[in-house]
């Protein structure tokens, strides 16, 4: 059974940093480029990050360029985002996501795209 785990989330106050893992079983994600989405109270779900499945390549939404990094470690099938200088908007409920791509370097930045998804991890940025 091919599954997505997120972990890595909570509370954090403003300005602070959060680390989420999306770690895969059943399959192997050297042959997934992976996603990141966030649904935020009030908004639909939207695209955050996303890199290629050889690491290579990497799409950040505007509004978390320069605070957030995506990174993958295939060796331990999984893939990161490293959450820095948080605000109260980036609060959410956090997805990670793959789909399997022909070329190292593709990756896709529409959820309509994407086969395999995370439950969710839960974001909190708050004082």
């Known amino acids: 059974q091919l599954q997505l785990v997120e972990s890595g989330g909570g509370l954090v106050q403003p300005g602070g940093q959060l680390r989420l893992s999306c770690a895969a079983s059943?399959?192997?994600?050297?042959?997934?480029?992976i996603g990141w989405f966030r649904q935020t109270p009030g908004k639909e779900r939207e695209g955050v990050s996303s890199i290629s499945s050889n690491g290579d390549n990497t799409r950040y939404a505007d509004s978390v360029k320069g605070r957030f990094t995506i990174s993958r470690d295939n060796a331990k099938n999984t893939v990161y985002l490293q959450m820095n200088s948080l605000k109260p908007e980036d609060t959410g409920v956090y997805y990670c996501?793959?789909?399997?791509?022909?070329?190292?370097?593709?990756?896709?930045?529409?959820?309509?795209?994407?086969?395999?998804w995370g439950q969710g991890a839960q974001v909190t940025v708050s004082s």
């Open positions: 996501a793959g789909v399997r791509v022909w070329s190292g370097a593709d990756l896709s930045t529409f959820e309509d795209h994407y086969a395999y």
């Open positions: 059943g399959f192997t994600l050297d042959y997934y480029a």
